[in-house]
């Protein structure tokens, strides 16, 4: 690959977390990194369609970035560092795989 590893962990961290304050801003009831009431999954009961909709589409990308997670933070209120650090160390790790999967294919298609 052309990136370098640490160029493609700290893009993937920046993507994540954007992608986790983005759907939780549209999907939620408040602009939110982490939501507070523990709503991991914003917009799933959602009586306005587009919101449920997205919420189904989005659904999947969900449950691989955060979906192990939630239980871990069992704490209403938790120090948001916590959360941060938290989440970082479990992306960062799937960036590691994604990385090392992604330059075995580049690999193999270029014999």
Same mark, same amino acid.
Request: aromatic letters at 8%.
């Given at each position: 690959m052309q990136?370098?590893?640490i160029k493609f962990v700290i893009f993937f961290l920046v993507s994540a977390f954007a992608f986790q304050f983005i759907t939780n801003s549209l999907l939620g009831a408040e602009v939110r990194l982490f939501p507070v009431n523990g709503e991991w999954f914003p917009g799933a009961e959602s009586p306005i369609a587009w919101k449920s909709t997205v919420s189904t589409i989005l659904y999947p990308i969900k449950?691989? @970035?955060?979906g192990p997670l939630p239980p871990l933070f069992t704490d209403p209120d938790p120090a948001p560092p916590i959360l941060v650090f938290g989440f970082a160390l479990y992306? #960062? #790790?799937i960036a590691l795989v994604l990385y090392y @999967? @992604?330059?075995k294919l580049i690999i193999r298609k270029k014999s």
């Open positions: 990136i370098s590893r449950i691989v @970035l955060i992306w #960062a #790790a @999967l @992604l330059g």
